[in-house]
């Protein structure tokens, strides 16, 4: 099996296609690649040449006398499969195809294509490509690109998945002096694609931020899963094409006209803690900004400007990106009354007036950083009045450095800014030519940091059983394919909102007037009267729905007509549905899913009823979804603030009630990989409850069973399987179960119940303070490729943790690192050993080869659980290595 990091950090390159030929893709790739001659070995291939450049030519890779870690490919379409036939057998790690005439080119080569991906699968080699740039790593001087231009190194690592933008944009980056880490162009993806880049820099020690040009995502839970890796730690921009593009699929309910793929998209990148972009120069103007200690903490803004023109500019930007003019505070105001000319202009924007020598800018700069209503402040200068250009930017300098509160400067005019713009780019403060992408950088800023809060805040429990009764409704849908029906009725599709504790209108199927009758004595009036039909979508496109029944000589009346009328439309009855009216709705919501191509099932929330696709206010969130989550995508809304706040007569809702709901709602979508499209619509709310009154299911045609229980979703949700009960060997019960994001306090408290030695043996150090941070990164957890089970236990009503082992899956998914901690007082109990079993369990499910844990010397108690568990012990510099086996 290739390794990408050997392929990205060789030590041996064969170049396939080498030559002299003056402007061809072969010289000038040839020419890349001895530029770091002096670092690596390179063997050009050419079976019609005997020497390249001065270097001896062999006719084929098979001759290569070496191990080959990268094989660099620029030969015709045709004879790639050959090649990389070759390149198996040599045992190389990983190949950058160039060539292009694969699937872009048509049938003949997309047969190519597939040829080419049998051999990868085969040989297990790594691809990069086809139809690509290839790639540069300028901090170890590799230029495996089919590129005339060589960035310097940096610290930002580049992706796009266009060659030609690709290339566009490297020779823009080069003239604007921004180094880079790496570059890499991944063309048509067979192989390689976004999450194994990710994957790989999210551990490379010259990167501190990713940018990336992308078109189609590629293996999206691989995207996903590195995404949310390594998002807290570097920052992830991308520039999405394909904004506009519409679906000309027809959509069977409101919820498949709403949602479109690229705000699925938009969606996604930020429950990852990603940040979008719109623009090419918004990629490198945010990279160089976002791995910055001063993200603003809102996006309430000061502006200073010495012109009233570019200050008025300013604050039309902030109101068109969705940000905030800060409203100064009176102690703000009284301290500027007395620096500033009478005639300023006594709010924000601050009007320093064209005389504001630098002196005055320090002073404003230092009141309004004072200002707990400010967030952040944009510096406007225009070269006019007193102060000097150069003069002010080093006093700015001077101030950010003291300063955590972000700082955004606009040098507006030529050459004579070019000078202290220079001198802020050297002191990472952000500058621009304009007020507008200032502005637009700053709220970028903003959405980024509010992306990571969004992965590290602790949601509240909620009274939620993970394993509802469901196996009763997997018949439903079984039954339903059977007999050829995709879309199930109302009064089936009750039942699954039943199962999840989903409130909803008391309800009941009828097949006869007098059934009716009965029903509604049952609920009580008013009522409703539904048609019931597996062959009808909306039951409002053939009238099949009658309301303010409020007598049963109306109701028999209704029930009449309503038969009569569908009769006349050749469509046949299942039933009728007999609903309590609910009367004086005070707000109408849709709370629906669907899949998406890309991320599979997708949640939406937002306004609903009839007008649901004009109202268009929605918002959308991956499942599985926690307390956090349902109100982030309720906070997205439009109609959050009269659901939070109240509108008018109508009062506020019962928020966390709702949030529930769409928590219970995201575990059906969840446990259901058959639906296609799940819709309440209208979720009421009436008198502070709330009532799903109308509920419609679609089934995934294209479904077919398999072994993972959950094809449908991009982020793995809790598994709740791995939850056991267990007996120390004193009879104490207790829990064994995966960690989760509400746990944050419980593992405070048991942290901190440690006793020094214990804590130093787990975390290397004694630790006597743990942020929120480092407890989010404990209990927030990407399940497919971490988890943690603890031991729980029930101490007079109260829950307490008194164990915790954890396995750490490596990016290549081959090995995993372990780890175990027990509370002192249970120690020697068996639980250690019940743990560490149960890790190992896991780690062989998910198919690894290897676990090791890295054990203190003095750590003598856990060295010999180790080895009676069957790992081998060995020892590296002042560490103990404790390594299992799992493949033989």
């Known amino acids: 099996m290739g390794k990408i990091e050997n392929m990205f950090n060789p030590k041996t390159v064969a170049f396939i296609g080498a030559t002299e030929k003056e402007g061809s893709i072969g010289q000038q790739i040839m020419k890349n690649l001895l ?283 902030i109101i068109d990106y969705g940000g905030e003019l800060a409203e100064l505070s009176k102690e703000s105001i009284d301290a500027l009354e007395k620096i500033l000319p009478a005639y300023w202009s006594k709010g924000n924007p601050i009007d320093i007036m064209e005389e504001a020598n630098a002196e005055r800018y320090e002073k404003v700069l230092n009141i309004c950083l004072s200002d707990p209503n400010v967030d952040g402040i944009i510096v406007i200068y225009t070269p006019q009045g007193a102060a000097q250009s150069i003069e002010l930017a080093k006093k700015i300098v001077e101030i950010a450095k003291k300063r955590i509160k972000p700082i955004l400067t606009v040098w507006m005019g030529g050459d004579e800014a070019e000078e202290a713009r220079k001198l802020f780019y050297a002191n990472s403060i952000p500058t621009y030519h304009t007020p507008e992408k200032a502005v637009k950088t700053y709220m970028y800023m903003y959405n980024y940091k509010r992306n990571l809060e969004l992965l590290y805040e602790t949601p509240e429990e909620l009274p939620i059983d993970f394993s509802p009764p469901k196996n009763h409704l997997k018949l439903i849908i079984k039954r339903a394919i059977m007999e050829g029906k995709f879309i199930l009725t109302e009064d089936e599709a009750d039942k699954f909102l039943d199962a999840y504790r989903i409130p909803k209108a008391e309800a009941y199927l009828v097949k006869s007037e007098d059934e009716a009758v009965e029903a509604a004595l049952k609920i009580g009036y008013p009522i409703v009267l539904k048609v019931i039909s597996s062959k009808i979508i909306h039951k409002s496109d053939v009238d099949g729905v009658v309301l303010n029944i409020d007598s049963e000589e109306k109701l028999r009346n209704e029930y009449k007509k309503l038969f009569e009328k569908m009769k006349s439309l050749n469509i046949e009855l299942e039933g009728v549905y007999i609903q309590k009216m609910i009367e004086k709705i005070d707000y109408e919501l849709i709370l629906g899913a669907k899949k998406d191509k890309d991320f599979g099932a997708i949640i939406i929330f937002g306004q609903g009823g009839k007008n649901v696709e004009c109202i268009n206010d929605f918002s959308i969130g991956l499942p599985p979804l926690n307390q956090t989550l349902a109100r982030r995508i309720m906070e997205e809304t439009k109609i959050y603030k009269a659901l939070s706040k109240g509108l008018r007569e109508k009062p506020p809702v019962n928020m966390r009630s709702l949030e529930e709901i769409i928590v219970r709602f995201s575990n059906l979508v969840a446990d259901f990989p058959e639906i296609a499209e799940i819709e309440i619509n209208p979720l009421a709310i009436s008198k502070n409850n709330i009532y799903a009154l109308d509920s419609r299911i679609i089934i995934d045609r294209g479904f077919i069973e398999e072994a993972n229980p959950y094809p449908h979703l991009v982020i793995f949700p809790y598994p709740t399987k791995y939850v056991t009960p267990w007996k120390l060997k004193n009879g104490t019960e207790v829990i064994l179960r995966p960690i989760r994001p509400e746990d944050e306090q419980l593992e405070l408290e048991f942290i901190k119940g440690l006793s020094k030695e214990t804590c130093r043996f787990r975390f290397f150090r004694v630790i006597k303070e743990f942020s929120h941070l480092d407890l989010a990164k404990f209990c927030n957890i990407d399940y497919d490729r971490e988890i943690a089970i603890i031991a729980e236990l029930n101490e007079e009503g109260k829950k307490r943790e008194i164990g915790a082992a954890r396995l750490i899956l490596e990016p290549n998914g081959k090995r995993g690192e372990i780890a175990v901690v027990v509370a002192d007082e249970y120690q020697r109990k068996g639980l250690g050993t019940k743990l560490i079993d149960m890790i190992i369990g896991i780690a062989e499910e998910k198919n690894l080869e290897t676990i090791y844990g890295i054990i203190m010397p003095e750590n003598e108690a856990i060295i010999q659980l180790c080895k009676k568990m069957g790992f081998k012990i060995s020892k590296e510099n002042d560490e103990v290595i404790a390594t299992l086996n799992l493949k033989s």
């Open 35 to 317: 530029l770091g001659k002096e670092k690596r070995v390179i063997y050009p291939i050419n079976p019609n040449k005997k020497f390249v450049m001065g270097m001896k030519c062999l006719p084929s890779i098979l001759d290569v006398p070496e191990h080959v870690d990268l094989a660099v490919i620029a030969t015709p379409a045709k004879t790639i499969p050959k090649i990389i036939d070759e390149c198996g057998q040599k045992g190389v790690d990983g190949a950058v195809i160039i060539s292009a005439g694969f699937r872009e080119a048509g049938v003949e080569g997309a047969e190519l294509e597939k040829e080419v991906k049998k051999l990868q699968e085969k040989y297990g080699i790594r691809i990069l490509g086809p139809n690509c740039l290839g790639f540069i790593r300028p901090h170890i001087a590799l230029n495996a690109a089919f590129s005339r231009v060589t960035p310097e190194p940096g610290e930002i690592a580049f992706i796009s998945q266009s060659a030609a933008l690709g290339s566009a944009m490297l020779d823009w980056a080069v003239s604007a002096k921004i180094g880079f880490s790496m570059f890499a162009s991944l063309g048509l993806m067979l192989d390689i694609d976004f999450g194994d880049l990710i994957n790989y820099l999210g551990e490379d020690p010259y990167t501190r931020s990713i940018i990336i040009y992308m078109e189609s995502i590629g293996s999206t839970k691989k995207f996903v899963s590195a995404a949310r890796s390594f998002a807290r730690t570097k920052p992830i921009i991308i520039l999405k094409s394909g904004k506009y593009a519409e679906s000309a699929k027809a959509v069977q309910s409101h919820i498949g006209a709403l949602a479109g793929s690229f705000k699925v998209y938009d969606a996604a990148f930020k429950r990852l803690g990603l940040l979008r972009v719109d623009e090419i120069e918004d990629l490198f103007n945010c990279a160089s900004v976002l791995s910055s200690r001063n993200l603003p903490k809102g996006a309430r803004i000061a502006i200073i400007t010495n012109a009233g023109g570019p200050g008025v500019m300013a604050s039309d930007a």
